[in-house]
C-alpha cells in the first residue's frame, strides 16, 4: 500500500493496462500498418464484393486473432464509409478500404467483421470503426482540408449512419458492436434544418454530435458505454481550420476542444506540434499539464474528462 502525503489516506496501486492500437484494413501496403509475419488479408472491398457476411467473419477472425497474438489490442477499423459517390481522381477516395457503395451491405459487412475480431482474439482486441458518421460523400481528405457535405439529418439517418447504427445499438449481439467509433472532421451544411447553416468539424461540435447521438440505434450504445475516438489532432486539414494561414497552431486549445467537443480518447501524430514548440514531444508534455491545470480549475470539464475515463477504464 502506498500512502498519500497529502490526504494521509493509503491506498493499493492498481495494474491499468495501455492501448495498444493499429489500423489493420487489409490489403497489406498502404492500407496495413503491420505487413511481416501476418496472414496477407484482403481489402474490404474484395470482401464486401462476395456478398457473403461469413466472408466478413473468417477474415475478421483471422485479424483478430493474429494482433492478440503479437499484443494489439485495439484496431482502428473497420471503415463503415459509404462509397457511393467515388472520387477517384483525388486522394480522398476511399478505395478498396470500403465494403461497399450501399448503406445496409456496409452494415452487415461490418458487422460480421467486428463479430470475426471479437471471437478470433477472444474479446481481447477492442474494435473502433471508422470514419463516424461518414464521409464518403467528402471531395477531399481531412489531412488536407476540412470537407464540408451538404444533408440533412435525415439523409444522413438513411445512409451514412446505417452502417454505424448497425454496429452500435441496432448490433444483434455483443460480439458484433463496435467498442467505439472514430469521429472524422467534417462539415455539415444543411445539417441543423437550414442551408446556410454550417457545423463545425463535427468532431469538435458538441450540439451537432448530441443531435447525431440522440437518434434510435446510438443513444443506447453511448449510454452503454461506447467511447469516441478523435480522428487525427495534427493534420494539415485541422490546423488550416483554426488559422487558415498555418501559421499559428496552439495544440492545447485543439485537445481542450476535442474533449469538451465529446471525445474520450485524443488520437495524435508527429504533425501534432504548437506553434514555437520544438517537436511533437515538447507539445505534448505542454498539452498534458494544460489539461491537468484545467482539469484542477474547471469543474465542468473535469466532470466531462471523468465520464471519458470511466469509459475508457471499463473498456480496459
Not at 95 to 111: C, Q
Not at 223 to 245: A, E, Q
Amino acid at each position: 500500500a502506498i500512502r498519500n502525503p497529502v490526504t494521509g489516506l493509503t491506498y493499493t496501486p492498481q495494474y491499468v493496462p495501455l492501448f495498444i492500437a493499429a489500423a489493420q484494413e487489409g490489403d497489406l501496403y498502404p492500407n496495413d500498418q503491420l505487413w511481416n509475419g501476418l496472414t496477407p488479408l484482403p481489402s474490404a472491398m474484395s470482401v464486401g464484393a462476395t456478398w457473403k457476411p461469413a466472408t466478413a467473419e473468417r477474415v475478421g477472425t483471422v485479424m483478430g486473432s493474429e494482433l492478440k497474438a503479437i499484443g494489439i489490442n485495439l484496431l482502428f477499423g473497420p471503415s463503415l464509409d459509404v462509397l457511393d459517390t467515388p472520387h477517384p481522381e483525388n486522394s480522398e477516395d476511399q478505395g478498396t478500404r470500403s465494403f461497399g457503395g450501399d448503406p445496409y451491405w456496409v452494415g452487415e459487412m461490418g458487422k460480421a467483421y467486428i463479430r470475426g475480431i471479437h471471437q478470433g482474439s477472444g474479446k481481447q482486441v477492442a474494435v473502433i470503426a471508422k470514419n463516424f458518421p461518414g464521409r464518403g460523400n467528402a471531395d477531399r481528405s481531412p489531412e488536407e482540408e476540412i470537407a464540408t457535405v451538404r444533408t440533412t439529418a435525415e439523409q444522413l439517418k438513411a445512409n451514412e449512419l446505417l452502417p454505424f447504427t448497425a454496429v452500435a445499438g441496432y448490433a444483434p449481439s455483443a460480439d458484433a458492436a463496435a467498442d467505439g467509433l472514430l469521429v472524422t472532421h467534417i462539415r455539415y451544411s444543411g445539417f441543423q434544418g437550414t442551408i446556410r447553416s454550417t457545423t463545425r468539424p463535427i468532431s469538435f461540435d458538441t450540439t451537432a454530435l448530441d443531435q447525431v447521438f440522440a437518434l434510435p440505434g446510438l443513444t443506447s450504445w453511448r449510454k452503454d458505454g461506447g467511447i469516441l475516438v478523435s480522428d487525427n489532432l495534427g493534420g494539415l486539414g485541422l490546423r488550416r481550420f483554426y488559422d487558415p494561414t498555418d501559421q499559428a497552431f496552439d495544440a492545447r486549445m485543439v485537445a481542450r476542444d476535442a474533449i469538451l467537443g465529446g471525445n474520450d480518447l485524443l488520437y495524435v501524430d508527429t504533425n501534432f506540434v504548437s506553434t514555437g514548440d520544438a517537436d511533437s514531444y515538447a507539445t505534448l508534455l505542454r498539452t498534458l499539464d494544460f489539461l491537468a491545470q484545467k482539469y484542477r480549475e474547471d469543474q465542468a470539464f473535469a466532470a466531462r474528462v471523468d465520464a471519458s475515463v470511466t469509459r475508457l477504464l471499463t473498456l480496459k
